[in-house]
């Protein structure tokens, strides 16, 4: 049976050549994530990377059909991974959280909405995460756990006792 089974799947011998041949158009495969709409609809964001490569940048475009995707490009050089892009409530500046030249660490960045005039707006030491724009788009707010790694939804971690404590920071 198992013979049969796989008889039918694969009718023809791979070759090496072959093999080749299908890895490298799968490396080649682009994938997106964190789609960001601004609020007046004329810009999107996302984050793109291949499947050949561990780099994640923020791309943005505009509406019209004659638009490229711009990558934003940020001052630092080497591999980078973006994250949550979220867009301000006027749809002119574009805040992102980045990997840029600090390897595990994030750090807010702002660009405009043309992908332009990158500036990088904090120096964190912690895990950071979801910016949200407040409404009148003078600030932007974002879950930061300071001393915390990167870690993701099934960190491990230590079991939080004692008294439970909040902390505000204004930076």
């Known amino acids: 049976m198992k013979h049969v ?13 072959t093999v080749q ?7 080649k495969t682009v994938l997106y994530g964190d789609i960001a709409l601004s609020s ?4 999107v964001a996302w984050v793109q990377s291949t499947a050949a490569s561990t780099s994640k940048q923020t791309c943005v475009r505009g509406r019209s059909e004659n638009t490229a995707a711009t990558v934003v490009r940020v001052p630092i050089t080497g591999d980078r991974t973006d994250f949550d892009p979220a867009w301000s409530p006027d749809s002119k500046t574009l805040a992102f959280f ?9 750090q807010l960045w702002a660009v405009k ?12 030491k912690g895990y950071a995460a979801r910016p949200r724009w407040s409404h009148d788009g003078k600030q932007i707010a974002f879950l930061y756990i300071e001393g915390a790694g990167g870690g993701g939804p ?16 204004n930076r």
Request: a negative charge; proline letters at 3%; hydrophobic letters at 45%.
């Open 154 to 169: 099934l960190m491990a971690a230590a079991a939080t006792t004692g008294v439970v404590d909040t902390a505000i920071h």
């Open 5 to 17: 089974l796989l008889a039918l799947l694969f009718p023809m011998a791979l070759t090496a050549q």
């Open 98 to 106: 980045s990997s840029a030249g600090q390897k595990e660490q994030r």
């Open 113 to 124: 909405a043309d992908g332009s005039d990158p500036k990088k707006i904090t120096d964190l």
């Open 21 to 27: 041949q299908l890895t490298e158009q799968l490396g």
């Open 40 to 43: 007046d609809g004329a810009h």
